[in-house]
């Protein structure tokens, strides 16, 4: 029994997607570097193609990968701090309707004692009035 919760466990965390482990900061610190390293890639190719002095084709290949690898982890950082947001919302939205749901029974009760003190009054004045009458004991 045990052992099946185990695999299970580990089952989801597998399913889990990349950016859905990693934590908001880490996210946020990735996208800034990914946001650099595309710069930097930019930047190299650029020069490349511009012809400046010292820029070769091994330049141009690693600006490309910078590109690649930039893009990769910006798309990696936004897709965490999105993933992130999305959870936070949902569990908002379940941790209200959950509030929601015991304000609407506590008003439940409370409109239930309403009518049933009005009920009560009601009962005491038609009492007293029998009672004046000489109706009621």
């Not at 597998?14 to 996208?31: F, G, H, T």
């Not at 595309?38 to 091994?58: F, P």
Request: aromatic fraction near 8%; proline fraction near 1%; hydrophobic fraction near 35%.
């Amino acid at each position: 029994m045990e052992e099946n919760k185990k695999e299970e466990t580990k089952e989801t965390q597998k399913k889990k997607k990349l950016w859905e482990m990693i934590p908001v900061r880490s996210c946020m610190l990735m996208s800034l570097g990914g946001l650099y390293i595309l710069y930097m890639g930019y930047r190299l190719c650029k020069n490349v193609i511009n012809g400046v002095d010292g820029g070769g084709i091994g330049f141009f290949i690693v600006g490309a990968v910078f590109l690649i690898v930039g893009a990769g982890m910006l798309y990696v950082g936004i897709r965490g701090v999105l993933a992130d947001d999305k959870k936070q919302k949902a569990e908002a939205a379940a941790l209200s309707a959950l509030r929601g749901g015991c304000r609407r029974k506590r008003q439940r009760k409370q409109k239930n004692f309403l009518k049933q003190k009005s009920r009560r009054r009601k009962w005491q004045t038609q009492r007293k009035g029998r009672k004046q009458q000489g109706k009621c004991p």
